[in-house]
């Protein structure tokens, strides 16, 4: 059995485009792969490997359901839905295909973190590409100067982000809380490591490697932060010459080069993206590995509100653009009977470059992802397609973020939902929806709560309108809503992308600190309907701020 992870092939083979046209790899920034369907070529044929929650997409796109192999079943509360079989987790989908003691080839880019899975499952796990040696040139970055460039970055953004809320009465106050004379990245960094034992911290994935070095990742490099002495190095091919920096030194390969340059003890790695082929030369080279893929997420989670005013443009710009393409939706069905997905979407990202013209926006804004999908298309979330929307489609979702960037580095993301419902018992629905995001959630929020509190009192505010829920159609009488909805979050922390590590949820026992930022939501799928309820929030000093309102 071969499986590949590559993107390419599912392009060529498939005809789509994983980040166009699906809605997880686009969200997971800093481990795409995680979230892109893997293709397993077995004697039986092919079968495309993905979570449940991509599967109305797959469908949308042409594959056939004989050849699709769920994991990771998605949390639904419609009884349909939830009879879809998945396996556990993507080693025992594969543990499915598998003939007994078949070997398992993966490419040299199948992200380590799976690789590591499968090898625990007790599969004869081969890395089918390794590549060839090739030397490489070290660089060190002056992190003094990453931190001033940031400082006249954010200087600016202060400026645009304090013209916004002069309009904004609901949010006077929160100007007060910007700042550009804080940052931690390093120090964070350095306290981070001790915890974790690592001597140094090797990164490619975008939003770490853009917050260590000041500019845009690309293919081919790795930022290598060093432990104690707070050196910082970016390691690129002996070919390209467009790498910033002052040259310490050329390598015979990037394994040399992190022996020479990481010192002595485990060197962390993001092992959601670091291929397999790179992680095992590293490993074969004598490089001690330590997986730091959802330390480093918090890493940027627990400073994301250094970057207040960029967060507060993108929650902003997507008010704006979200109630904007709704409200279009809304008028184009009466108008003309229907309006299709991709229609709505385009009003949505037309409504972009408006809000940067009338708010005199002087940073980029770029799609960060997009779930936009009527009800009786499809319940599962996904990307918009040319399906119709029409008064009897029951709901459309529009649940969709942003990225504020400066030369292609992310300096914020939103993630908000609104909703466009046809019928009063959705109606209904919707607005107690938004009345438990923005009262029971974001109006009980404070410093120290717990998380998992959180996540308790959501699902009770629920409760106690669950017989009304089920008069309206929205839930069934059968269904145990706080079994079900304790398998999902209620919101999660920002970190310049949706936290996967600080959730409000069971399992997630985390005390909020002050001037913590994210996001807080319901979302509901169930017969006719698929609806979407979500706030962005900020802890502030005196009070919480919902910025979505």
């Known amino acids: 059995m071969r499986l590949i992870s590559n993107p390419q092939y599912i392009r060529d083979n498939y005809g789509f485009d994983p980040f166009a046209n699906l809605l997880i790899p686009n969200i997971r920034m800093d481990s795409p792969l995680m979230a892109t369907p893997v293709v397993a070529a077995t004697d039986a044929g092919e079968y495309v490997l993905s979570r449940q929650q991509e599967l109305g997409s797959l469908l949308s796109q042409g594959v056939p359901m004989d050849r699709i192999r769920l994991f990771e079943g998605y949390v639904t509360l419609d009884p349909a839905l939830k009879s879809t079989r998945s396996a556990k987790s993507f080693a025992a989908a594969v543990e499915e295909l598998a003939r007994p003691g078949e070997a398992v080839a993966v490419d040299g880019g199948f992200p380590y973190s799976r690789y590591l899975a499968l090898k625990d499952a007790g599969l004869d796990v081969r890395i089918e590409e390794h590549g060839t040696t090739a030397a490489v040139v070290a ?90 002495t707070g050196e910082l190095y970016v390691i690129g091919p002996a070919t390209d010459y467009s790498i910033p920096g002052v040259p310490t030194g050329t390598y015979s390969s990037l394994s040399a080069a992190i022996r020479s340059l990481a010192g002595d003890g485990a060197t962390g790695i993001e092992e959601h993206r670091l291929g397999a082929a790179t992680a095992d030369a590293l490993h074969g080279a004598g490089v001690e590995l330590a997986p730091l893929s959802l330390e480093l997420g918090k890493w940027r989670d627990l400073r994301d509100h250094e970057d207040l005013p960029f967060q507060l443009i993108a929650a902003r710009a997507s008010t704006y653009c979200i109630s904007g393409a709704l409200k279009h939706a809304e008028e184009t069905i009466a108008e003309r009977g229907y309006i299709t997905e991709n229609e709505a979407h385009a009003k949505y ?103 998992e509190v959180v996540h308790r009192e959501a699902v009770e505010a629920v409760l106690a309108h669950r017989q009304r829920l089920i008069e309206l159609n929205l839930l069934a009488e059968e269904t145990d809503f706080a079994a079900e909805y304790g398998k999902r979050n209620v919101g999660h922390l920002m970190g310049k992308q949706e936290s996967f590590g600080l959730e409000f949820k069971p399992g997630h026992p985390f005390a909020l600190p002050a001037r913590s930022l994210g996001a807080a939501e319901i979302q509901w799928s169930f017969g006719n309907y698929s609806i979407g309820a979500e706030d962005m929030w900020y802890i502030g000093a005196d009070r919480v701020y919902n910025t979505t309102i």
């Open 349 to 451: 990202r037309e409504l972009i470059h408006a809000f940067r013209a009338e708010h005199g926006i002087p940073f980029a804004l770029e799609p960060f992802f997009v779930n936009l999908h009527a009800a009786d298309r499809s319940l599962y979330p996904g990307p918009p397609t040319d399906f119709r929307i029409t008064a009897g489609s029951g709901s459309v979702k529009l649940d969709a973020g942003l990225k504020v960037t400066h030369n292609g580095v992310v300096l914020a993301t939103s993630d908000m939902a609104r909703s466009l419902v046809t019928t009063d018992e959705a109606r209904e629905g919707y607005e107690f929806f938004l009345k438990v995001v923005r009262e029971d959630i974001i109006g009980a929020l404070h410093a120290g709560k717990d998380c």
């Open 139 to 228: 660089y060190r970055l002056d992190t003094g100067a990453v931190l001033r460039d940031f400082r006249a970055i954010r200087a600016r953004g202060i400026g645009a982000a304090r013209a916004l809320v002069e309009s904004l009465p609901q949010l006077d106050g929160i100007q007060d809380e910007f700042t550009d004379a804080v940052d931690s990245r390093y120090s964070l960094l350095e306290k981070i490591a001790a915890e974790n034992g690592v001597a140094a911290v090797l990164s490619s994935a975008r939003p770490n490697f853009s917050e260590l070095t000041g500019f845009a990742a690309r293919e081919g490099l790795h930022a290598l932060w060093v432990g104690g």
